[in-house]
């Protein structure tokens, strides 16, 4: 039995009422603004690939990779200059995730898949309290994200290093250069960097920032203008010599504290120790196995404080037990849309999946399993159980289920909050080896905090607010000491389940919308046979438990009735994802890199 007894649900049920009508009342909020839609095409390489947000981005590394570098080479080159290019997005004042899969004997095995968990922690002073207003009442979420409040200890160039010690090859100095000459003799400011600095409310608050990004009139440099960063190119230069310590400990990490304890209104408790003592964590993968057009494939995503794989994986093997696989796929390529019979069974699945992942995800060192594992979530049995709720017409109340084993939770479910942020990366290098890389500092130039030439993230703000609901019960993505937060970063990696080869390579960022972003890729060319940039380009879609967001201007009005009349409530927004995927297809009897970047943001793939 998935569900242990009657007495069981009914009191699931009783416990979680309550909250069901405040979480699912959520409506996912983009963290950056569109800023148009380019149409591209499919770019075919041989030897390798990347696919990165910015094409200054994607250079750096194409260039590691052109000079026999691998594709953890390549990342940390990439990322480099992200933070320099894109700064709204990523950088070294956040964090990461890394899947990566080794080359075995000529190709890349399912069976060396290794994810690099780089978040960031709350610091040790932190208290479940810290997210709450004088009153007890949660913080209005940018009053909480700008200052020093919700700054966490970054993460993402220790899991860089950890990651270039296993399987770096190009000397890890050599991998700064990029971004140090960018960084000082200047680059250009795009279009979409532009944008955000016009839009953004809060920036020009921090002085530091202002001087930097902003004109004497408060208004931001124009497109084009050369924005050099001479501070951030002592610091990279010092990390490239001096390793990672160079930032976690000694001046950089002082001023780091200085600038997240001095805030004037809105201070923090990070500290030099929580610096000192940050370490990045090796996980194990999560992976499940998805059948489509007569193949088996093998996809592995990452585990918790990410709830991107387990989410992924309920909607789509709460699918496989729906009639989804016979409805025919999107017509066209670029702006054709899914059957609104399929929309609402996606939608379902999805709602099915965010209940669960309220009340169970969080960071597993403080929050365990159900059953002990996080595989519980994803047994078929208890998937095949799942689907049996779905009927014709949206549920009204969608509820957390038991697994086998399980015991009835203890738990809150978490309310709906906004997320944001992120960047993507997706390489193939010439050795063979892969990765998937999601890279952040939450909301849109994350805490608006800028030191040494780099933005500090706000990512304690993806903690719940309210450690507690009316009944007293504990959430588990609580603020705690030291703990991660819970993530909705999705890098993924797929292979074919029978000879282990590596697929594809894919991720995005778009805050809770990742998951709907990347499972749509997925499906798109696992299911339909889409062309990486054809998946990509489809109207976004999702629900992360109220209702069903459609990419607005992408869907036809008898979609949008056809959807309300099976009683969802449907919004259109702006969903800005920025997918980029790596595809390995069999062209003329050889093996060719298919890839595909986001036409709603700058992303390019290069390769060779």
């Given amino acids: 039995m998935i569900y242990q007894s009657t007495k069981v649900a009914l009191a699931l049920l009783a416990l979680l009422g309550a909250c069901t009508t405040q979480f699912n009342n959520s409506t996912p909020l983009q963290p950056e603004i569109a800023t148009g839609f380019t149409r591209k095409a499919d770019v075919v390489t041989h030897k390798f690939a990347v696919a990165a947000a910015n094409p200054l981005a994607t250079q750096a ?14 990342a940390i080159a990439v990322q480099m200059v992200l933070g320099l290019v ?86 890890w100095a050599k991998l700064f250069e990029p971004a140090m000459t960018l960084a000082a003799q200047g680059f250009a400011i795009s279009p979409r960097l532009h944008a955000q600095l016009r839009a953004d409310p809060y920036l020009r608050l921090d002085p530091t920032a202002r001087a ?32 990672v310590q160079a930032f976690y400990r000694g001046e950089v990490a002082e001023a780091v504290v200085r600038k997240v304890q001095q805030h004037p209104s809105n201070p923090g408790r990070l500290t030099v120790s929580d610096l000192a003592n940050y370490q990045a964590k090796e996980r194990t993968p999560l992976c499940f196995d998805h059948a489509a057009l007569s193949r088996v494939y093998r996809v592995c995503g990452f585990p918790p404080p990410s709830s991107g794989a387990i989410a992924i994986g309920q909607i789509l093997g709460v699918l496989q037990h729906t009639p989804a696989s016979l409805m025919s796929p999107p ?38 399993a159900p059953s002990g594992e996080w595989q519980s979530l994803l047994a078929p049995a208890y998937l095949r159980e799942r689907a049996k709720l779905i009927r014709p017409t949206a549920m009204s109340h969608v509820m957390p289920g038991v697994p086998v084993r399980a015991q009835l939770s203890s738990f809150a479910p978490m309310l709906g909050q906004p997320e944001y942020g992120t960047s993507h990366m997706s390489i193939v290098d010439g050795y063979g080896n892969a990765l998937a890389m999601t890279t952040t500092i939450e909301d849109a130039f994350g805490s608006r905090q800028m030191v040494k030439g780099f933005l500090l993230n706000n990512e304690l703000t993806d903690f719940s607010f309210a450690p507690r609901d009316a009944q007293g019960r504990m959430v588990a993505n609580r603020v705690q000491p030291n703990k991660r937060p819970r ?20 991720g995005s960022p778009g805050g809770a919308m990742i998951i709907h972003f990347t499972a749509k890729t997925l499906y798109g060319v696992l299911n339909w046979g889409l062309s990486p940039q054809q998946a990509i380009a489809l109207p976004n879609f999702g629900s992360v438990g109220g209702p069903l967001v459609l990419e607005g201007g992408r869907f036809a009005p008898a979609t949008l009735a056809a959807l309300r009349e099976r009683g969802h409530e449907v919004k259109e927004l702006a969903l800005t994802s920025g997918l980029q995927a790596v595809l390995q297809q069999k062209k003329h009897s050889q093996s060719v890199w298919v890839s595909g970047a986001d036409p709603r943001r700058e992303g390019e793939v290069m390769g060779e």
Avoid: C
Wanted: net charge negative; aromatic share 6%.
């Fill in 61 to 74: 590394g194409f260039d590691v990779l052109k000079a026999g570098g691998t594709a953890v080479d390549a």
């Fill in 86 to 171: 894109e700064p709204q997005s990523s950088g070294i004042g956040g964090g990461a995730f890394l899947l990566h899969s080794a080359a075995g004997e000529g190709v890349v095995a399912a069976a060396n898949v290794q994810a690099f968990d780089g978040r960031e922690t709350a610091p040790a002073a932190a208290t479940e309290e810290m997210l709450l207003n004088a009153d007890g009442k949660p913080l209005a979420f940018h009053a909480a994200v700008v200052g020093g409040r919700s700054v966490g200890t970054p993460g993402v160039l220790r899991m860089l290093a950890q990651a270039h010690a296993q399987h770096g090859k190009l000397p």
């Fill in 212 to 243: 930097y990004f902003y004109q004497a009139n408060g208004e931001p440099h124009e497109v084009g203008h050369v924005l050099r960063n001479p501070e951030l190119a002592a610091v990279l230069q010092r990390i490239a010599t001096e390793g």
């Fill in 331 to 368: 017509t066209g390529t670029v702006d054709g849309t899914p059957d609104p019979r399929w929309l609402h069974l996606y939608t379902e699945a999805s709602r099915l999946a965010f209940a669960d992942r309220a009340l169970y995800v969080a960071d597993p060192d403080f929050a365990p």
């Fill in 487 to 506: 993530s909705s970063m999705s890098p993924t990696l797929v292979f074919d389940k029978a000879t282990g080869q590596l697929v594809m390579s894919v």
